[in-house]
């Protein structure tokens, strides 16, 4: 049962133009979201995160919005760079309880490729 | 300020065997999670510790282990180890509460079971 879902496994974009990863999730428990990228033979590094309480929020280049009624999230990145290129993963945690801050439900990964 | 760090970085055991892996958090940090990523199963959690204990688990078998010490700094063991325990091993930290949602991860543990 994969509650957190990234249905693109790869993504092609241009350098300049607007890249967007996209992430579904069926646990209405979850209440936080991030995104994170990461690079061959390193660790995820946070990239940026969204509460449920918002449905958009913005850092530079990088824009989250969050769809509750739809379960559904996307990162924007613009204009996207070569550097972007990376795996990019969905995350969710649900804190209702106080206790789960460090657990992550992860989704599989979109393989972000920017072309000069 | 030193990020986190996991050691060893690379590692190749045999079946049967068990292994031990370490991760530093970062300093102030006092939970510690950990998790594996496989090519088929992505990210997945296997347990998290906050001062000293064992705060969420997951769907793991019980040969996946883990400690965290008074300073913060955790292990985890896998015993006996299987073919399928051969993965990246990630350790993440954070402050563990309310409004520090993001984890900062270390570079990850290779582990390779032939």
């Known amino acids: 049962d994969q509650q957190v879902k990234q249905n693109s496994p790869s993504l092609s974009v241009q350098e300049g133009r607007i890249s967007i990863l996209n992430c579904d999730y069926t646990?209405?428990?979850?209440?936080?979201f991030l995104w994170y990228k990461k690079y061959p033979a390193e660790g995820p590094t946070f990239l940026i995160s969204?509460?449920?309480?918002?449905d958009k929020n913005e850092d530079g280049r990088f824009t989250v919005f969050l769809n509750k009624s739809a379960k559904h999230l996307s990162l924007h990145i613009v204009p996207s760079q070569p550097g972007d290129s990376a795996v990019y993963f969905c995350?969710?945690?649900?804190?209702?309880?106080?206790?789960?801050?460090?657990?992550?439900?992860f989704g599989q990964g979109t393989i972000l490729t920017v072309h000069p | 300020k030193a990020g986190v760090t996991q050691t060893p970085r690379y590692l190749i055991k045999t079946r049967g065997q068990q292994v031990t892996l370490s991760c530093s958090p970062i300093?102030?940090?006092?939970?510690v999670s950990w998790y594996q990523q496989t090519p088929g199963q992505g990210l997945q959690f296997l347990f998290e510790?906050?001062?000293?204990?064992?705060?969420n688990k997951g769907n793991f078998p019980g040969r996946f282990s883990g400690r965290q010490f008074s300073n913060s700094r955790s292990e985890m063991n896998v015993s006996t180890l299987e073919l399928g325990d051969s993965a990246l091993y990630l350790c993440?930290?954070?402050?563990?509460?309310?409004?520090?949602?993001?984890?900062?991860f270390g570079e990850g543990s290779r582990l390779t079971v032939l």
């Open positions: 995350a969710a945690s649900s804190n209702a309880g106080g206790t789960s801050y460090g657990k992550l439900t």
């Open positions: 510790y906050f001062s000293e204990t064992q705060r």
């Open positions: 300093s102030g940090h006092r939970s």
């Open positions: 969204i509460s449920s309480i918002k």
């Open positions: 646990n209405s428990m979850f209440d936080y």
């Open positions: 993440a930290s954070s402050r563990g509460t309310a409004g520090t949602g993001e984890l900062f």
